[in-house]
């Protein structure tokens, strides 16, 4: 690896079809840097991770590594691992393991040096080593990606952070789907490697513990501003920023409006004959100087500070029902050779349950059995008289088939199709998306259609699974503004530390423990 060397972008544009999601955008990552990327959804910051890996090139600008043998690594959102790629393959692939062996074969000169920098003399052993504090079973290793379990296929995204060594680590939202175990190893990792950092994250925590600089990109690409700081310190600074900017701004229309009524109250008085001794000409003089002045002014002026557009949510609540609103006695759930339980549950009117515990310990399958989605193999189930239960599923299943938005979603809620889609453009998806297939939205955008659906639906039981997960951080607060005024019962799975302290959960059950789950 590389003790100095630099990655940049250098005035990179980047168009998807005939949208722009980057116009002439410039980030500089010198050795050691720590950097968080964030900016709303759409602003391209995936898209610059990957211009920044190699994987795309821009439409104009360029992409700089110095040295040329800057190593590079990228991780994206989720494992793409094929169905029938071997695990350890994989890892190695994404270790850039694989590619290195590969140039060796064919005798490529400064492949050796390429191997040793990325570990390859100890790359299986220190695989295992990962595996192993992952909970991965070392048998997994040689099977098909394809076999793993949801919980495992979240590990397996960790592990190929953990095995990487190169000059520059790109970041997807790494901490999409881990535990909290898996957070706290991916943290400590982080703060160990001399690696240069560039991570995309909703993870406020996160971003105040591994960054030191926050680049913002703002809406539709259009341009990027830097923050000296973790996310503490650029929300401060931000917030600081945009009043100045509405200081400044009110001044200068507060002066336009007195210049401007000293024009129209001069136009009132000749229009009444007031100062008709003047010279016409000194009249004239007097309306081009406010016209002069109103010229000085306008170029000079403070621009009105960008406003992006926000996710409005308000969630309807129906009306309360009785005090016990879902009950679980001796339950057991199999998924597989997957089996939970027995369990009980008693959930009670307003509870904020928040169900933990480490990746594939149940915590999707018990909310699925108390919501009735899954069958119970053993034990009974019971919701109270008047609940009106919704679910924001992990996988965001409602949204993701292959019908229409606009279909799915006017089935869901029962609107006619104009006021669907008058709701569906508060959220963010206007006329261009609710004719698209549902497969073909972003796991973002299903989330934003999903709330829609909560926005108008009364419900007095909410399940939330993973609900940041795919969300900017604009929507996300937004999220817990609209959380912390619902007054139905409220169902969480989430590893979003600052969501969960905004949220405030009343009980805890902690799926990991087996005093807990019986």
Same mark, same amino acid.
């Given at each position: ?17 005939? *949208? ?18 964030? =900016? ?111 919980? %495992? ?69 259009? =341009? ?8 503490? *310190? ?7 920023? $945009? ?47 406010? $016209? ?185 607060? %937004? ?40």
């Amino acid at each position: 690896m590389h003790s100095g060397g630099a990655l940049a972008a250098r005035r990179v544009t980047k168009h998807h079809g005939a *949208e722009a999601v980057l116009e002439d955008v410039s980030l500089v990552v010198p050795p050691h840097a720590r950097i968080g990327v964030v =900016g709303p959804n759409g602003s391209g910051k995936s898209t610059l991770l990957r211009l920044l890996a190699g994987l795309e090139e821009p439409d104009a600008g360029r992409i700089e590594r110095r040295p040329r043998t800057l190593t590079v690594g990228y991780l994206p959102q989720e494992p793409d691992a094929g169905p029938d790629e071997p695990v350890l393959d994989y890892l190695a692939r994404r270790a850039g393991i694989a590619d290195v062996e590969r140039r060796l074969e064919v005798g490529r000169p400064d492949a050796l040096d390429e191997f040793l920098a990325l570990g390859g003399e100890d790359f299986h052993a220190r695989a295992r080593r990962v595996a192993s504090e992952l909970d991965l079973p070392a048998e997994r290793l040689a099977r098909p990606a394809g076999a793993l379990s949801g919980g %495992q296929r979240a590990r397996l995204a960790l592990a190929a952070i953990l095995v990487s060594r190169f000059d520059v680590l790109l970041l997807d939202e790494p901490t999409n789907d881990l535990d909290f175990d898996g957070l706290a190893l991916l943290e400590r990792f982080l703060a160990s490697i001399r690696s240069a950092l560039v991570v995309v994250s909703h993870d406020r925590e996160l971003l105040d513990r591994v960054a030191t600089r926050i680049v913002e990109l703002e809406d539709g690409g259009s =341009g990027i501003r830097e923050w000296a700081g973790g996310w503490s *310190e650029y929300e401060r600074a931000r917030e600081l920023a $945009r009043r100045r900017g509405y200081e400044e701004y009110e001044r200068f229309s507060a002066e336009r409006s007195r210049i401007e009524e000293q024009a129209r109250r001069m136009s009132r008085w000749e229009e009444r004959g007031y100062g008709q001794g003047r010279k016409k000409k000194k009249s004239k003089d007097v309306k081009g100087s406010y $016209r002069r002045r109103l010229e000085r002014l306008e170029r000079d002026a403070a621009a009105k500070p960008f406003e992006p557009w926000e996710l409005r949510l308000e969630l309807a609540t129906a009306e309360r029902g009785g005090d016990v609103v879902a009950r679980l006695d001796d339950a057991v759930v199999e998924r597989g050779a997957f089996r939970l339980g027995p369990v009980d549950l008693e959930l009670r009117r307003a509870d904020r349950l928040l169900v933990t515990g480490p990746n594939g310990s149940g915590k999707t399958t018990l909310v699925g059995a108390l919501l009735g989605r899954l069958p119970l193999a053993g034990g009974t189930r019971a919701l109270g008289s008047g609940v009106i239960a919704a679910e924001l599923e992990q996988g965001r299943e409602r949204f993701a088939g292959a019908d229409p938005l606009l279909a799915v979603f006017t089935a869901e809620t029962a609107l006619p199709a104009e006021e669907a889609r008058t709701l569906l453009a508060k959220f963010g998806l206007g006329a261009g998306d609710v004719a698209r297939p549902c497969s073909s939205l972003s796991p973002g955008e299903r989330t934003r259609a999903a709330l829609a659906a909560f926005a108008v639906r009364g419900v007095n039981l909410l399940a939330l699974d993973e609900p940041t997960n795919h969300l900017d951080l604009p929507a996300i607060e %937004q999220l817990e503004e609209a959380l912390e005024r619902f007054a139905g019962t409220l169902v969480l799975v989430s590893h979003d530390r600052r969501f969960l302290e905004r949220v405030a959960p009343t009980r805890t059950l902690d799926l990991g423990r087996v005093a807990n789950i019986r």
